[in-house]
C-alpha cells in the first residue's frame, strides 16, 4: 500500500495486496491506480491504510455467525458521524465491486450505499459541491429560500437516481432531502445575527396566526440586546414546535421573575444562575427545561431544573428559528415519505440532521459545550423526536 501527497492524499494498493480480496476488474483498477482520498468531507477511508484490505469475519474477530457473502466483505473505511455517534464501516464485495454500510457491532444489519466505488466517490463529491455551492450547484450561490431548497434537492436527488436506476440508498436519499435545508435562509447581513430570516418562512411552515411576535411592552428592561428585540418584533417564534413551547399568555419573564411569581414556593432560589435576571425565559423545552436568552448577548441557553445547569443550545435567536422550521420540515417530509427517512435509516437521517444544524450554528461543535439538547434529542431514536 501507498500513499501520494498530490493535492489530496490518495490511497492505492499493489496488484499483490489486491488478488487475495478484489476480482471485481474497475475496483481493481481505481484501487491500484488513482486510488482513495484518505478523508472526504463524508467518508474517510483511513481504516484501509491503518489495516489494510480485512474481511469483514476478520474485522469484528469472529464473535458473529455471518452469511458466507457478508463474512467476506472487505472493511475500506467509515462513514464521518459527528462526534459521539457510532461510526458506520463502508464495506466493499471484492466479487461485484457493490458498496453496503454496516455496523461492526453488528454487522449483520447491512444497508446498500453504492454499486461501485467510483459512483460512491462521486456521490461525496456532488454533496460536497452542494455544501460548497460551487460545480453543478454554482448557480445557486447566494440564493435562499424555498424555492431554493427544492431546486437544490431535486438536482441532487436527479444525481443520485441516475447511478441507481432510480434506487437511492437511504443515506443518499436523506443527504439530498435534508442537506439542502441549510439553505432557507441566507446570512445576517440585515438582522445583525447569524441569519436573515423572513417572516413569512415560518408563516409559511407553521401557519398564519402560530407564529409568536412580540411587543416592546413584552420585553423586560434587561433584555437589551437590539439584534434579538427587534427580531422577536418582526420575526417571531412558531407558538408550538417540536419540543418547544412558546410563553405567549404574559409578558417575557426574567428566569427570576419565573421562579418568583409563576413556579412561586416550587424551586429553590438559591440554585438559579447568578445572572438569571439577565437570563429571560421565552418558553419550555421537554424534561424540565426552560429555554432562555441571555439579554445581554442573545445567546440562546437550557436552564435545566434537574440539574440546576444552564447549557449553550443556539448561537441566537435566528438559528433557534432555523432548528424549529428544520425539526418541523424534516416531519412534513418524512410524512409525505411515508416514514421512509425515520424507518430505513434512523440514525443516518439523525446524523445528517445534526450535520445541517451544525453547518449554520456550531453551538454543538464549542469546546466549552459539553452537553447540547439538539444533538442528544436528534439520536433518541426511542423517544421519536425526528
Do not use: C
Amino acid at each position: 500500500m501507498s500513499t501520494t501527497d498530490a493535492g489530496v492524499p490518495a490511497i492505492t494498493l499493489t496488484e499483490a495486496e489486491l488478488d487475495r480480496y478484489v476480482t471485481h476488474a474497475p475496483t481493481r483498477g481505481l484501487l491500484a491506480g488513482p486510488g482513495l482520498p484518505t478523508d472526504t468531507d463524508l467518508l474517510t477511508f483511513s481504516p484501509l491504510r491503518t489495516h489494510g484490505l480485512r474481511t469483514l469475519g476478520d474485522a469484528t474477530d469472529g464473535p458473529f455467525r455471518l452469511a458466507e457473502g457478508l463474512r467476506n466483505r472487505l472493511v475500506i473505511g467509515e462513514l464521518l458521524n459527528p462526534a459521539g455517534m457510532e461510526r458506520e464501516s463502508i464495506l466493499l464485495d471484492g466479487d461485484t465491486g457493490e458498496i453496503t454500510t454496516a455496523y461492526l457491532f453488528d454487522p449483520s444489519g447491512s444497508r446498500p450505499f453504492a454499486p461501485s466505488l467510483d459512483t460512491l466517490l462521486r456521490f461525496a463529491a456532488v454533496t460536497e459541491e452542494l455544501a460548497g455551492l460551487r460545480g453543478r450547484f454554482a448557480a445557486l450561490s447566494g440564493q435562499y429560500g424555498p424555492k431554493t431548497v427544492t431546486e437544490a434537492s431535486r438536482r441532487l436527488l436527479a444525481l443520485f437516481e441516475e447511478d441507481t436506476n432510480g434506487e437511492v440508498p437511504p443515506y443518499w436519499k436523506t443527504a439530498a432531502l435534508i442537506r439542502p435545508l441549510a439553505l432557507i435562509a441566507g446570512p445576517g447581513t440585515a438582522s445583525g445575527l447569524t441569519l436573515d430570516v423572513p417572516a413569512r418562512v415560518l408563516d409559511q411552515e407553521f401557519g398564519h396566526g402560530r407564529v409568536a411576535r412580540f411587543e416592546e411592552v413584552d420585553f423586560p428592561t434587561t433584555l437589551t440586546h437590539e439584534p434579538t428585540r427587534r427580531f422577536l418584533r418582526e420575526t417571531g417564534l412558531p407558538e408550538e414546535a417540536v419540543l418547544f413551547h412558546a410563553d405567549t399568555d404574559v409578558p417575557l419573564p426574567t428566569l427570576t421573575e419565573y421562579y418568583t411569581g409563576e413556579r412561586a414556593g416550587e424551586y429553590p432560589l438559591e440554585d438559579l444562575p447568578a445572572h438569571s435576571d439577565h437570563l429571560i425565559r421565552l418558553g419550555y423545552l421537554v424534561e424540565d427545561n426552560s429555554l432562555v436568552i441571555d439579554g445581554r448577548t442573545g445567546a440562546i441557553l437550557t436552564f435545566s431544573e434537574p440539574e440546576a445547569t444552564l447549557y449553550p443550545l443556539n448561537t441566537d435567536v435566528s438559528t433557534l428559528a432555523f432548528t424549529l422550521w428544520l425539526l418541523h420540515h424534516e416531519r412534513t417530509i418524512d410524512e409525505h415519505l411515508g416514514n421512509e427517512l425515520t424507518t430505513d435509516a434512523y440514525d443516518q437521517l439523525a446524523a445528517a440532521m445534526i450535520q445541517t444544524l451544525t453547518s449554520i450554528d456550531p453551538t454543538a461543535l464549542s469546546p466549552a459545550t459539553d452537553w447540547h439538547y439538539w444533538t442528544e434529542l436528534f439520536q433518541d431514536e426511542a423517544g421519536g423526536v425526528l
